[in-house]
């Protein structure tokens, strides 16, 4: 399809594994963001990326968590030693590189639930 | 620091009763963008519309409006003769005006339509 793309879209593991959610972006859109959703936070920044930029980390909860873009398009989110807080809908979104704020398109999301 | 209330946890109206979604915001920009994002059950992030702080007219699309009011930080989302598909919740959000950056989203308001 042409919009974003994520995977798994559920993934259950035990508390202290670590996990990998991959993000395939529109084609064409050089900006990737990570948000968080979850019960009682709403939804928060993670990271993003820019083109060739180094990516912005701010959000980032913890050092377990990172992310990585390569050849500027497939994005993958790590969390280390996961923890029973980190559960969550993780979404990614792109947007195109245009003058002002463009819209960001969201992907379906990968439901993440640590036992 | 920028900031988006959605003091509306939950609404609930009978099919084709008028709704108002509200949205405050707090930037200290003096440019921004605002949004509204919709959230039907199956789980994905709709993009709606985009508001440049430049620009306070009033947007009409179909039974959708948005009332900017930029004296009194609102940006506020109408949905006129609700029906049932329009359950969802519906996200308000702020970004910069330059460059993509990331979303801050408000908490979200609950909308269930009756029929």
């Known amino acids: 399809g042409a919009g974003v793309s994520q995977s798994p879209s559920n993934k259950v593991t035990e508390k202290g594994k670590d996990v990998e959610l991959r993000c395939d972006p529109i084609s064409g859109h050089t900006a990737l963001y990570w948000y968080r959703q979850s019960l009682g936070q709403g939804l928060e920044f993670l990271i993003y990326?820019?083109?060739?930029?180094?990516?912005?980390k701010s959000g980032l909860p913890s050092d377990r968590f990172s992310a990585e873009r390569t050849g500027g398009s497939v994005s993958t989110l790590t969390i280390q030693r996961t923890q029973q807080e980190d559960s969550a809908v993780y979404l990614c979104?792109?947007?195109?590189?245009?003058?002002?704020?463009?819209?960001?398109?969201f992907g379906d999301g990968t439901r993440l639930s640590i036992l | 620091a920028q900031k988006v209330t959605q003091a509306q946890t939950e609404i609930s109206v009978v099919e084709k009763e008028d709704v108002t979604l509200d949205c405050v915001y707090e930037?200290?920009?003096?440019?921004?963008?605002l949004f509204w994002y919709k959230q039907p059950p199956s789980g994905e992030l709709v993009f709606l519309i985009r508001?440049?702080?430049?620009?306070?007219q009033n947007e009409i699309s179909g039974r959708y409006s948005w009332n900017f009011q930029k004296s009194t930080s609102s940006f506020n989302f109408t949905i006129t003769a609700s029906q049932v598909v329009d359950s969802a919740v519906y996200f308000c959000?702020?970004?910069?005006?330059?460059?993509?950056?990331?979303?801050?989203f408000g908490k979200g308001t609950r909308l269930s339509v009756i029929a």
């Open positions: 990326f820019q083109g060739n930029s180094a990516p912005d």
């Open positions: 508001r440049n702080s430049f620009d306070e």
């Open positions: 959000a702020l970004s910069a005006h330059s460059g993509n950056t990331p979303l801050v």
């Open positions: 930037t200290r920009d003096t440019t921004y963008y």
């Open positions: 979104a792109s947007s195109l590189q245009r003058n002002g704020n463009q819209p960001q398109h």
